[in-house]
């Protein structure tokens, strides 16, 4: 079983109960916890954009500057 850590920035992350948040797999990938995008945000993406198995997730571009390698 691969090893998962949260990788959230600290100033980001909640206690307790659910929220954002970005961990990290073993082999470098990513799982996002984020707001299931509505359907006004998917109408803006091209076509065919999000698979039958896949979700569009919104999350704050925060989350993501604030990660480091």
Do not use: N, W
């Not at 569009?56 to 571009?61: G, I």
Request: proline residues 4%; negative net charge.
């Amino acid at each position: 079983m691969s090893k998962l850590t949260e990788i959230t920035p600290h100033e980001l992350r909640c206690g307790i109960g659910a929220c954002p948040s970005v961990y990290e797999f073993e082999d470098g990938s990513l799982l996002i916890v984020g707001t299931r995008a509505s359907e006004a945000d998917l109408a803006m993406l091209p076509d065919g954009k999000v698979g039958a198995d896949e979700f569009a997730v919104k999350l704050s571009r925060q989350y993501f500057s604030s990660l480091k390698k």
